[in-house]
């Protein structure tokens, strides 16, 4: 628990201060390199230590995004946050080698994400109040019945918000409780994190998740083998009809929300929500599945 608090406040720290004080990086470092050593005598956190190494490796090119992006640089949309870097990390994670166990404890990770996903879709609605386009997403994404009926979740004709489908979805998981209560610790503290961030910053990252980033990763979670449960064919439910919902060029909930332009902190929250599915499913990561056996 000490150490995955360390973490957390190191992300903080992050979160609060990388555009606006340099010199945080390197008291990031510092921390970073500390918390090495520290895990480094402790065979029990070999995991931890292995995601946090991995997740390192691409920091010096995101702190270059930044660094451009302060400097007014002309990027486009996904380069100026540098969100599909993000993305690829995300779907080159070792999803084809996830148990049904495992798969559960995703569906657990994207709830919290799915929730913060709705914050920051009104958030944009509350910015724009009379953009049309982004009013005919909020229907699409809350208060309706595009996901039901679906057995055991939703009623026919039921209208819910789609993070209240994912609740009901983890109503049917078997993981017992206390890896429920450690999902429900990292949930908390990824929604205290991107609820720390600015609201324009949140409520730009809207098109880079519907317009072809969330479908990216969708696509890499359902090359998961093993789906034989009640929950995970709900979570592939919502997932299948999230897809068809998000790619139609002309209607889909991408083409609701491209207008909307990302700025350079909205790849914190894509950050956050890979270190939150890596977090919450260390067998994610590449290297876990030689160094952690």
């Given at each position: 628990?000490?150490?995955?608090t360390?973490?957390?406040?190191i992300?903080q720290?992050?979160?609060?201060f990388?555009?606006r004080?340099?010199w945080?990086?390197n008291v990031k ?12 005598f ?7 230590l ?17 660094q ?5 640089t002309?990027?486009d ?6 969100c599909?870097f ?5 779907t080159s994670?070792?999803?084809t ?9 995703v569906?657990?990770?994207?709830y919290?994400?799915s929730?913060q996903f709705r914050e920051?879709l ?8 009379e953009d049309?386009?982004?009013?005919l997403?909020?229907?699409?994404e809350c ?10 979740i939703a009623?026919a004709?039921?209208r819910i918000?789609?993070?209240e489908?994912?609740?009901r979805?983890?109503?049917?998981t ?7 209560t450690?999902l ?11 609820r720390?961030?600015?609201?324009h ?14 479908e ?11 789906w ?5 064919k709900?979570?592939?439910?919502f997932l299948i ?12 909930h991408g083409a609701?929300?491209?207008?909307l332009q990302?700025d350079s ?10 270190d939150?599915?890596?977090?919450a499913?260390?067998c994610?990561m590449p290297?876990?599945?030689?160094l952690?056996?």
């Amino acid at each position: 628990m000490r150490i995955i608090t360390t973490i957390t406040k190191i992300k903080q720290l992050e979160l609060k201060f990388v555009l606006r004080s340099p010199w945080i990086q390197n008291v990031k470092w510092v921390c970073y390199g500390l918390l090495v050593v520290d895990i480094a005598f402790f065979p029990f956190y070999k995991p931890v230590l292995q995601s946090l190494l991995w997740r390192l490796q691409p920091r010096i090119v995101r702190l270059k995004v930044f660094q451009s992006a302060a400097k007014g640089t002309e990027m486009d949309v996904m380069t100026s946050c540098d969100c599909q870097f993000v993305v690829e990390e995300i779907t080159s994670l070792a999803w084809t080698a996830l148990s049904q166990e495992d798969l559960m404890v995703v569906a657990w990770g994207y709830y919290y994400f799915s929730v913060q996903f709705r914050e920051s879709l009104n958030l944009a609605c509350e910015i724009y109040p009379e953009d049309p386009q982004l009013q005919l997403l909020r229907e699409g994404e809350c208060d309706t019945d595009n996901l039901s009926p679906y057995p055991g979740i939703a009623g026919a004709g039921e209208r819910i918000n789609h993070d209240e489908f994912m609740r009901r979805v983890l109503s049917l998981t078997d993981i017992g409780t206390r890896q429920s209560t450690r999902l429900r610790q990292l949930g908390m503290q990824y929604l205290a994190l991107t609820r720390d961030l600015p609201s324009h910053a949140r409520a730009m990252s809207i098109p880079t998740y519907e317009d072809g980033g969330l479908e990216s990763v969708f696509r890499s979670i359902l090359t998961a083998p093993d789906w034989d449960h009640p929950s995970l064919k709900a979570f592939r439910h919502f997932l299948i009809e999230h897809i068809r919902f998000d790619s139609d060029s002309d209607a889909g909930h991408g083409a609701l929300s491209r207008h909307l332009q990302p700025d350079s902190e909205t790849i914190l929250l894509w950050t956050a929500f890979r270190d939150l599915l890596i977090d919450a499913a260390p067998c994610l990561m590449p290297i876990s599945q030689e160094l952690c056996a």
